[in-house]
């Protein structure tokens, strides 16, 4: 068993590792939905693309208790137009960006874990 998990967590290091950087990024919040399109140019990460589409008033509600996409066909609808006016509407790997009120982190004292 003990050699199991370790073969696992090691296959799962190394799937985390070797994954390539992501190239869109992917921000969320109230009044808008945001895309950016990154490239590889000389070794180099630049901004190759761009945009930001407004979403209606309660689209989108950050929330710790309730769901934050309220509307998720308005939601669909400004992702799909900021991603192609950012040149990145063939998708990829993405980071997703969420505003501070939608995540909650706990810091714990390592007597305490």
């Given at each position: 068993?003990?050699?199991?998990?370790?073969?696992?967590?090691?296959?799962?290091?190394?799937?985390?590792?070797?994954?390539?950087?992501?190239l869109l990024g992917v921000e969320i919040r109230a009044g808008f939905v945001g895309v950016v399109?990154?490239?590889?140019?000389?070794?180099?990460?630049?901004?190759?693309?761009?945009?930001?589409?407004?979403?209606?008033?309660?689209?989108?509600?950050?929330?710790?208790?309730?769901?934050?996409?309220?509307?998720?066909?308005?939601?669909?609808?400004?992702?799909?137009?900021?991603?192609?006016?950012?040149?990145?509407?063939?998708?990829?790997?993405?980071?997703?960006?969420?505003?501070?009120?939608?995540?909650?982190?706990?810091?714990?004292?390592?007597?305490?874990?």
């Open positions: 068993m003990k050699r199991a998990l370790t073969k696992a967590l090691g296959a799962l290091c190394r799937f985390w590792l070797d994954s390539p950087t992501p399109r990154g490239r590889r140019e000389k070794g180099r990460c630049v901004l190759a693309g761009a945009a930001s589409v407004e979403l209606p008033v309660g689209a989108v509600v950050p929330s710790l208790s309730e769901p934050n996409i309220v509307d998720s066909a308005a939601v669909g609808r400004a992702l799909r137009v900021a991603a192609e006016r950012a040149g990145a509407a063939d998708g990829g790997i993405a980071t997703l960006v969420l505003p501070d009120p939608a995540v909650r982190v706990a810091a714990f004292g390592a007597a305490d874990v």
